[in-house]
């Protein structure tokens, strides 16, 4: 039995000795989501030129979230549980085929995609004061650490995690992950990051990520941050970010910076470590012993000017160090806590440079609420490789409508388009996803 999965029992039997007292049953929640997700994939420099990804599929997302027991330590439960549907895929692994299976579904042992998963979790939770303590399933949001909820289902964690907000102005953050079900993903796998090998039939994986950190609210618009995140064998990593708000004379402007410093853990910084499959992607150069190992320095500045409906951005990041961007990743989607994290692409290779353009507009400025149009353009380059002229781009185009009013009120629908193009070793992508979704209020 691991930690978490002890903690959990403990916490669980102390639960059960007080699931009836005012609280826990009353401050009680319960949500259905309902998610219709249409996913279309053209690659376009393959070896079968027609390649395709074309999936859809119907997601059910429970969430329950219990209140406290009475007393000075209060004690909850948290529950979720997801399960996707096939509507239509592709075939099967056979070779040539039109339509690759596996955008939105894990595949059966012939390559197809299976009719149906599901997944579910339990997060035992405690709070003493503005302190809570939460053991069991977790989808952090944080920089060092953040959960993937791009295609039908949801990603979850496996760990423990505490957060304090005892002092005004200051949330502080800390906790540990085991493992992860990845959004098309029903088990529970072991953490590592994109480079990742295998040795000798054993996977390189981590079964510790640390991390802890804080948000300090200096002023109403001024807001420091610090994080640090340890994979146990792969990296450690320190972030620090600054966001501020500047009310001006005509609309507003917003400043994010964000900042990351990686290097090397455990077995990732030796050769025999990386020889075992401890090693990141990047651009390795022959003869080089530091081949593989994490050398990275990543920083960002985002600019949104804002007036009426309009929000127009302008930023830049750089990527430095031999390695490529590390963050948590098993191959099957992950987050990255970076201004160029878009629909195809993340632009975190090892040496790129990129400019990020980004027009949005609320309708609502326009008689029209619920509407939201936004369009973006990423332009890489300096991409470290054999050649120095190694680039790529991406075209993003996004338009969001939720109904405001009658009985479908809350429903919501979502046309996410996107182009990605470059001399990399990723395939140019044209790309739509077409979602409707909805809540139901159980609770």
Do not use: C
Request: charged share 20%.
């Amino acid at each position: 039995m691991n930690k978490s999965t002890l903690a959990l029992a403990v916490t669980l039997a102390a639960l059960a000795n007080q699931a009836t007292a005012a609280g826990f049953i009353e401050d009680s929640k319960a949500t259905l989501g309902l998610r219709n997700f249409y996913f279309d994939r053209d690659d376009k420099n393959t070896a079968n030129s027609n390649n395709e990804a074309s999936e859809w599929g119907q997601g059910f997302i429970f969430n329950y979230q219990s209140g406290y027991t009475e007393g000075t330590v209060g004690f909850g439960l948290d529950a979720i549980g997801l399960v996707g549907i096939k509507l239509d895929s592709g075939g099967d692994s056979s070779t040539p085929r039109s339509r690759a299976p596996g955008a939105l579904f894990p595949l059966e042992s012939d390559g197809s995609a299976v009719d149906n998963y599901g997944k579910a979790g339990v997060t035992a939770k405690a709070r003493l004061s503005k302190t809570e303590l939460r053991i069991g399933t977790l989808q952090p949001k944080l920089p060092v650490i953040n959960f993937n909820d791009g295609r039908l289902l949801p990603q979850t964690f496996e760990g423990a995690q505490v957060t304090s907000a005892e002092i005004d102005g200051l949330t502080l953050t800390a906790g540990q992950l085991e493992s992860t079900k990845t959004r098309s993903s029903t088990d529970d796998i072991a953490l590592r990051i994109g480079g990742a090998a295998s040795f000798q039939g054993k996977a390189a994986d981590s079964n510790e990520f640390i991390y802890a950190g804080g948000d300090y609210k200096i002023t109403k618009d001024l807001t420091a941050q610090y994080y640090y995140g340890n994979l146990e064998d792969f990296y450690k990593q320190h972030f620090l970010g600054l966001t501020h708000n500047l009310a001006l004379p005509v609309g507003a402007l917003k400043t994010d910076l964000r900042y990351f410093n990686s290097g090397s853990d455990g077995k990732n910084g030796s050769l025999a470590g990386r020889t075992e499959g401890y090693k990141s992607s990047g651009f390795w150069r022959a003869g080089d012993s530091k081949n593989g190992e994490v050398d990275n320095n990543t920083w960002s500045a985002l600019f949104t000017y804002s007036l009426s409906g309009h929000a127009l951005s302008a930023g830049y990041q750089q990527v430095s160090g031999n390695s490529a961007f590390p963050f948590v990743s098993q191959g099957d989607g992950a987050t990255a806590y970076l201004i160029t994290d878009r629909q195809i692409g993340k632009f975190a290779s090892a040496g790129e440079r990129t400019w990020l353009a980004e027009y949005g507009y609320d309708f609502a400025s326009a008689g029209i609420p619920g509407l939201k149009a936004t369009v973006t353009y990423l332009s890489g380059s300096n991409i470290d490789a054999a050649d120095s002229d190694r680039k790529e781009w991406e075209r993003d185009f996004r338009v969001d409508y939720t109904l405001q009013e009658g009985a479908l009120k809350g429903l919501g629908l979502s046309w996410r388009n996107a182009t990605f193009r470059g001399n990399t070793s990723a395939a140019d992508q044209d790309e739509n996803r077409l979602i409707v979704s909805y809540s139901l209020p159980l609770l």
